[in-house]
């Protein structure tokens, strides 16, 4: 079974910072995935970002990227220059190798101030 | 362009009726998924799908069901509502032989009085 740990409910960030939110996973497969949604508060979730487990470098989409570290079991997503438009609930989640079944975290809410 | 649809949107019943909510996806998509969510527990997995006639429990699955009769749709029914299963729920799809990213419905919300 697989487990999505994020222990930040809710963060603040001023607008064009950077800012990391946390995620570690638990699994006991050799391959697996691990992402990134948002969903603003209209409700829709958006896919953001994704990591394969022998990726070897950190997966990057524009201003994400993906602070991928396996020894430590964590999968932290940085947001670079942050927008008005990034306060949302950010959730990370992951799925096995082959059949995916998605297992997400409870999400963080992040808000950016002006 | 291909997308995942869900009706209704937004549904008022009472305790004891029955429920179902459509998912339909035009992606061609293997895998199909209802989560629902609700506030500090994130979105917890109902069911699953890998196929047609396929179905699968996930970690909440008590008090619903579901059936795969062909590759778009899968219908997410609560056989008795009860007000615990107030709550957003999301329909999903994906492709295996692809990276696994779930493509999401716009969400139904449920509330049962």
């Known amino acids: 079974a697989q487990k999505i740990t994020q222990t930040q409910p809710g963060m603040f960030v001023q607008e064009k910072e950077a800012v990391t939110l946390d995620c570690t996973y638990d699994?006991?497969?050799?391959?697996?995935?691990l992402f990134w949604y948002k969903q603003p508060s209209s409700g829709e979730m958006i896919f953001l970002i994704y990591?394969?487990?022998?990726?070897?470098q950190n997966a990057t989409e524009g201003r994400y990227s993906l602070n991928f570290q396996k020894a430590r079991k964590s999968a932290n997503l940085v947001i670079s220059a942050s927008q008005l438009g990034d306060s949302a609930m950010y959730f990370c989640?992951?799925?096995?190798?082959?059949?995916?079944?998605?297992?997400f975290g409870i999400g963080t809410k992040l808000q950016v101030i002006p | 362009d291909a997308e995942i649809t869900q009706s209704p949107r937004h549904k008022i019943t009472e305790t004891g009726r029955q429920v179902t909510l459509a998912c339909h996806q035009t992606?061609?998509?293997?895998?199909m998924f209802w989560y629902r969510q609700d506030l500090g527990h994130g979105l917890r997995l109902i069911h699953y799908?890998?196929?047609?006639?396929?179905?699968n429990k996930g970690e909440v699955s008590d008090g619903y069901s579901v059936s795969r009769s062909n590759t778009e749709d899968l219908p997410l029914t609560l056989e008795s509502a009860a007000s615990s299963q107030t709550s957003v729920y999301f329909c999903?799809?994906?492709?295996?032989?692809?990276?696994?990213?779930?493509?999401f419905g716009e969400g139904s919300r449920l509330t049962v009085l």
């Open positions: 999903a799809s994906s492709e295996p032989a692809n990276t696994g990213e779930l493509f």
């Open positions: 699994t006991s497969d050799q391959s697996y995935g």
């Open positions: 990591q394969g487990s022998y990726d070897e």
């Open positions: 989640a992951i799925h096995p190798g082959g059949y995916q079944k998605v297992t």
């Open positions: 992606w061609n998509h293997n895998n």
């Open positions: 799908s890998y196929g047609v006639h396929d179905t």
